[in-house]
C-alpha cells in the first residue's frame, strides 16, 4: 500500500525566514513522482514543485527547493524569505500509475 | 482558458436526498478523480476513472457514485446511503499517459446536510 505521511499539523514561520515541511512515503516502487501543493484559504489547489524519484538533483522552484531523499523515502519542501501569502495548507503528494496518494497536510502560518 | 470547473461551490442537501456535484474540464484529460476533504484528514479518493465509460472505486466510495459518459464531464452523486456527507469535495484531472503530470483541481464544492 502507498502511503504517505505529514508529521507536521501545524507549523510556522517568521516572514521573512525559512521553514521546512517534512513528508515521508512508503512504497516498493523505484520509479514515481512526488509533488507539493499548496491549498491557500480560497481552497484552490495550486502545484508547488514537482520530484522525480530517478532525478537525483532536488528540485527547486524560485523560493521553494526540495529534499529527495530516495533511500530515507522523504520529500521535505522548503520555503526560503517566506512571504504573508505564504501562509496555506500544504499537502504532499505521491503519483503511482494514475494513482495519487495524498498526506493529511501541513497548515502553514506566516508571522508578520 | 483551459481548467476544471466545479459546480455549484455550496451546496446545501437535506438528509435522505441524493445530490450531483457537477465537474467539467476542458484540458483533453482522460484521466478524472474525485476526492473529499475532511479536517485532518487530507485528500481521500472516492472514485477516479480513466477513460470513458470506465471507473474505480476508491478508498471511500460507498455512499457515492459517479459516471463518465464524456470525457470532459465526471459528475460525482452523493447519495442517501452516505452517512457523514458533510465534507468539501474535489475533482481533479490529469494526463494519462505522462507519468509527471500533476493532478489539476477544480475549486470544489462544500456539500452540507441541513
Known amino acids: 500500500a502507498q502511503t504517505v505521511t505529514q508529521s507536521q499539523p501545524e507549523m510556522s514561520v517568521q516572514e521573512a525566514e525559512t521553514v521546512t515541511l517534512s513528508c515521508t512515503y512508503d512504497?516498493?516502487?523505484?520509479?514515481?513522482?512526488l509533488f507539493w501543493y499548496k491549498q491557500p484559504p480560497s481552497r484552490q489547489m495550486i502545484l508547488v514543485i514537482r520530484?522525480?524519484?530517478?532525478?537525483?538533483q532536488n528540485a527547486t522552484e524560485n523560493r521553494f527547493s526540495v529534499n529527495f531523499q530516495k533511500a530515507a523515502k522523504s520529500f521535505s519542501l522548503k520555503i526560503s524569505d517566506s512571504q504573508l501569502g505564504d501562509a496555506a495548507m500544504y499537502f504532499c503528494?505521491?503519483?503511482?500509475?494514475?494513482?495519487?496518494?495524498f498526506g493529511t497536510g501541513t497548515s502553514l502560518t506566516v508571522i508578520p | 482558458d483551459g481548467g476544471i470547473t466545479q459546480s455549484p461551490k455550496y451546496l446545501f442537501r437535506k438528509e435522505g436526498q441524493n445530490v450531483t456535484l457537477s465537474c467539467e474540464q476542458n484540458?483533453?484529460?482522460?484521466?478524472m478523480y474525485w476526492y473529499r476533504q475532511d479536517p485532518g484528514q487530507g485528500l481521500r479518493l472516492i472514485y477516479y476513472?480513466?477513460?470513458?465509460?470506465?471507473?474505480q472505486k476508491g478508498d471511500i466510495a460507498e455512499g457515492y457514485s459517479v459516471s463518465r459518459e464524456k470525457k470532459e464531464s465526471f459528475p460525482l452523486t452523493v447519495t442517501s446511503a452516505q452517512k457523514n456527507p458533510t465534507a468539501f469535495y474535489l475533482c481533479?484531472?490529469?494526463?494519462?499517459?505522462?507519468?509527471?503530470?500533476?493532478?489539476?483541481f477544480g475549486q470544489g464544492t462544500r456539500l452540507t446536510v441541513v
Open positions: 476513472s480513466q477513460i470513458v465509460n470506465d471507473f
Open positions: 503528494a505521491y503519483r503511482f500509475g494514475n494513482q495519487f496518494y
Open positions: 481533479a484531472s490529469s494526463i494519462h499517459s505522462d507519468r509527471s503530470s500533476e493532478a489539476f
Open positions: 520530484q522525480e524519484a530517478y532525478k537525483q
Open positions: 484540458l483533453n484529460h482522460d484521466a
Open positions: 512504497t516498493s516502487e523505484s520509479d514515481y513522482y
